[in-house]
């Protein structure tokens, strides 16, 4: 089964400063997954990649598949963005449509 | 992008009764999963919920505690019995629409057990 590992677990920073995320998964997968939950509990599907980078506004998720290690940069970081950043991967390799596996979450806080 | 919802939102319940959480999408999808998320503690798997078929449980999870069902493309179910304290949790369900989509995932239902 994957096992996930992302760093860091807490992280507060300026507002408008140059975020990173980081997470490294153990078995080969399809696609890794990018997820944003607010204190109320919601999860939002942020990114689903499976290669090279995708940009969503001020958020850019990068992956290497070879070296199983993927990142989450928030750019010009604003106090609304402060959350938990949770990378997920499906549970066994392959499996675009498999169930996932958590890292244990970046709680970030982003101070005016 | 599926909607879902789930119900109830919240419970509190005491131990050694059963809940069973209701999960509800707009649309049709391939796949239904069911997760779990303790206090303080990230998401972990329990099941896929098989439509027309016996759940696929993870390590750990048993259908005697938690059985599930999915009577259809559109709707699931999942029952946690003989409650505990350490059954408090958030219990999500989450759906993909088909095998090359992003996983979606309901509001969650949040159990507290005395």
């Known amino acids: ?112 | 992008s599926a909607v879902i919802s789930q119900k109830p939102s919240r419970d509190i319940c005491q131990r050694g009764t059963s809940l069973t959480i209701q999960c509800q999408v707009d649309s049709q999808v391939t796949m239904m999963f069911w997760y779990r998320q303790q206090p303080g503690q990230s998401l972990t798997l329990i099941a896929t919920a098989n439509q027309g078929s016996e759940a696929t449980y993870e390590s750990g999870f048993v259908i005697d505690k938690f059985p599930i069902s999915r009577p259809n493309l559109t709707f699931s179910t999942l029952t946690v019995s003989n409650m505990s304290p350490e059954d408090s949790s958030i219990y999500l369900c989450s759906v993909v629409e088909d095998r090359e989509s992003e996983q979606y995932f309901g509001p969650g239902t949040r159990l507290t057990v005395t």
């Open chain 1, 1 to 112: 089964k994957n096992e996930v590992e992302q760093s860091p677990q807490n992280l507060t920073a300026q507002e408008g400063e140059f975020i990173t995320i980081n997470c490294s998964y153990s078995v080969g997968i399809s696609a890794l997954h990018w997820l944003q939950q607010h204190p109320g509990g919601g999860i939002v599907s942020l990114f689903m990649l499976s290669s090279g980078k995708k940009k969503h506004g001020r958020l850019i998720a990068t992956i290497n598949i070879q070296e199983k290690h993927s990142s989450l940069h928030i750019t010009a970081s604003h106090p609304r963005d402060s959350a938990v950043y949770i990378c997920a991967a499906p549970a066994y390799s392959g499996g675009g449509a498999d169930g996932l596996t958590f890292g244990k979450g970046t709680h970030l806080i982003i101070q005016p």
